[in-house]
Nanobody, 122 residues
C-alpha cells in the first residue's frame, strides 16, 4: 500500500489561508499520481485536487477551483495544498493519497492515512 502522512491542519477564520503538507512513506513521489481528498462529518469523502503522474497535470474540483493550489516538491518529496479564501464549508479532515496509475482518476485512490483536520470558524 502507498501510505501518505498529512500535516498542517488547524483552525482558521473564514477568508483565511492554510497550507497542508503530505509526505509518502517509503517511496518517491515522482512516479505516482497524487490526490487530495476531504471528508466532512456526516458526508462522503470527496476529491479536491488531483495530480496525474503521467501528464504532470493538476485538476481541481469546482468547489475549490481558484482558491486551492496543489503543488509537488520532488526535492523535498512533499506534496502541498495551499488553501486560500477558506469558507466554513471547507471544514473537513483532509487526506492525500497516492495511486500507481500514472493517469489516475478519482476512483483509483483508496489507501488512506489519518488525515489532518481543517476547521474554518470565526
Amino acid at each position: 500500500q502507498l501510505q501518505m502522512k498529512e500535516s498542517g491542519g488547524g483552525l482558521v477564520q473564514p477568508g483565511g489561508s492554510l497550507k497542508l503538507s503530505c509526505t509518502p512513506s517509503g517511496f518517491k513521489l515522482g512516479l505516482y499520481s497524487i490526490a487530495w481528498f476531504r471528508q466532512a462529518p456526516g458526508k462522503e469523502r470527496e476529491g479536491v485536487a488531483l495530480f496525474t503522474g503521467g501528464s504532470g497535470s493538476i485538476s481541481y474540483k469546482d468547489y475549490v477551483k481558484g482558491r486551492f493550489t496543489m503543488s509537488l516538491d520532488n526535492a523535498k518529496n512533499t506534496v502541498y495544498l495551499q488553501m486560500d479564501n477558506l469558507k466554513p464549508e471547507d471544514a473537513a479532515v483532509y487526506y492525500c493519497a497516492a495511486s500507481r496509475f500514472r493517469e489516475a482518476v478519482w476512483s483509483d485512490f483508496g489507501s488512506w492515512g489519518r488525515g489532518t483536520q481543517v476547521t474554518v470558524d470565526s
